[in-house]
């Protein structure tokens, strides 16, 4: 008797599906560790690199506002803006106006963050990223006007930038640690970039200068003693 089989020749049964391996604990460890690794070495790093890029934005913000003093000395017979009143009452005149017209920005004065702290201020270059501070109702200025080359705030009688001995000495903007748009040493920021401030000189160059450059911690106010940092034309 011929029995007769439907399977090809050669085949054989199908073997039944394995399940898929799964991590043995060993296995699941080593992963874990190695991601606490990772994590360990790239996120200082990232955390490094944000800190860096809010410099730069800060740094970049500056030196516009160079430009920006350059053009308006340019176009006003080598005249600088006045100072300004330091709250920024001012509705015209004023750095807080006279810049960002010669740049073509909306002034001080149409910005609405600067009175509503419940507004993002968003990215523009009154805003340093590093400075968390926003409206007290009353203002808002993340940088601040050297108030002695003009002589002092809104009674002050603008200079020629020609006139300056040392513009590349000479802070004109810098980190505002305090609230006025116009101030003195005593409102530069102690600890905002690297343990320090930014700073923009009459030149139209911007610098950074740690704490110990500008600050008299024992007596809590700005120093006048450094060389490189010239308050006083």
Known sequence: MTFQSNRPCGSFPSSPALPPAAFTLIELLV????????????????????????GF????????????????????????????????????????????????????????WRTNPLIDPGRSLWICPSNTRRSNINNLF???????????????????LGNIPAPALTV???????????ATENA?????????????????????????DYWDFKRNRGRLDQPNLRWIP
């Open 31 to 54: 992963v874990v560790t190695t991601i606490g690794i990772l994590s360990s070495v790239l996120l200082p790093g990232m955390a490094r690199a944000r800190v860096a890029s809010k």
């Open 57 to 112: 934005v800060c740094r970049s913000n500056l030196q516009q506002w160079g430009l920006a003093t350059h053009l308006f000395a340019t176009g006003n017979d080598d005249w600088l803006p006045q100072d300004g009143s330091p709250n920024g009452t001012w509705l015209s005149g004023g750095w807080y106006n006279d810049l960002p017209s010669a740049l073509g920005i909306p002034t001080y004065h149409e910005l609405s």
């Open 142 to 160: 993340h940088y601040a006007l050297n108030r002695r080359v003009n002589g002092g705030g809104s009674n002050s009688h603008p200079v020629r």
């Open 172 to 182: 004109w903007l810098f980190d505002n640690g305090r609230l006025a748009g116009v």
């Open 188 to 212: 530069v920021h102690t600890n905002l970039h690297a343990r320090g401030a930014q700073f923009l000189f009459l030149d139209g160059h911007v610098a950074h200068h740690r704490n110990t």
